[in-house]
């Protein structure tokens, strides 16, 4: 159980165009889902919180603007990476908490976006 | 703000040698610890958590970690690690009492590497 998804695992896309990717749960309802982006050999950085149904929050230096996110359901949380640029090649890591009120998170595989 | 700190940053072992990664925090109140493995190729996998009770916690495949709050830390163990056991472990603190909805703090990851 407790299993989460991310699509696409990898995406190449042109410096000044848009990636969306999507984070599911996908055998438990998740009432919030977490942004991370890990650089190469570093640690995970939260980058936003996002609760179905409302706004997300955004970390202190992450720019809503360009990271849009969406949590339209309690299985589905998508981040769009606006006008990407090179700079924003990155690992990103989606994780989902459930709707039982336990602290854990369940990650998933990651997304390797590289913007050229 | 929270911070975490793992010191070893690669660790190599042979197989049937004992394991301990260190882990510290820095908060002073009522934290959640957690220690997320990632093997090659796949995602963060919770290994075991700490949320209160008995400060040594057991988790998967034969890994303890020990809590203590006077030192800050929550160093994980295992008696005899395997070759399977090549990965890479993260640290992670949830602070309890600042209303964050279970935002975790990561620290910068141990890469294990066993040889036969």
């Known amino acids: 159980g407790a299993v989460v998804s991310q699509h696409p695992s990898w995406v190449i896309c042109k410096s000044g165009t848009s990636v969306k990717i999507e984070c599911r749960s996908l055998?438990?309802?998740?009432?919030?889902m977490f942004w991370y982006r890990q650089f190469p050999k570093q640690s995970l950085m939260l980058m936003a919180t996002s609760n179905e149904g409302s706004k997300a929050t955004y970390e202190q230096g992450v720019e809503k603007d360009k990271f849009l996110i969406n949590h339209a359901s309690l299985t589905l949380s998508t981040l769009t990476v606006t006008s990407a640029h090179p700079e924003d090649s990155s690992f990103y890591i989606c994780?989902?908490?459930?709707?039982?009120?336990?602290?854990?998170?369940?990650f998933g595989p990651g997304t390797r976006l590289t913007v050229t | 703000a929270q911070s975490v700190s793992q010191h070893n940053h690669h660790v190599i072992l042979s197989e049937a040698a004992s394991l301990e990664l260190g882990c510290n925090y820095s908060y002073g109140g009522t934290v959640n610890l957690f220690w997320y493995v990632q093997y090659p190729g796949q995602h963060l996998q919770l290994l075991l958590k700490?949320?209160?009770?008995?400060?040594l916690v057991k988790g998967i495949k034969g890994f303890e970690a020990e809590f203590i709050k006077s030192k800050f830390s929550f160093n994980l163990r295992k008696p005899s690690v395997q070759w399977s056991d090549t990965a890479e472990y993260f640290c992670a603190v949830n602070s309890v009492d600042t209303g964050t909805a279970s935002k975790l703090t990561f620290g910068t990851g141990t890469r294990l590497q066993v040889t036969l």
């Open positions: 055998d438990f309802q998740a009432t919030t």
């Open positions: 700490y949320f209160s009770g008995d400060p």
């Open positions: 994780s989902a908490r459930g709707t039982s009120g336990r602290v854990e998170q369940y």
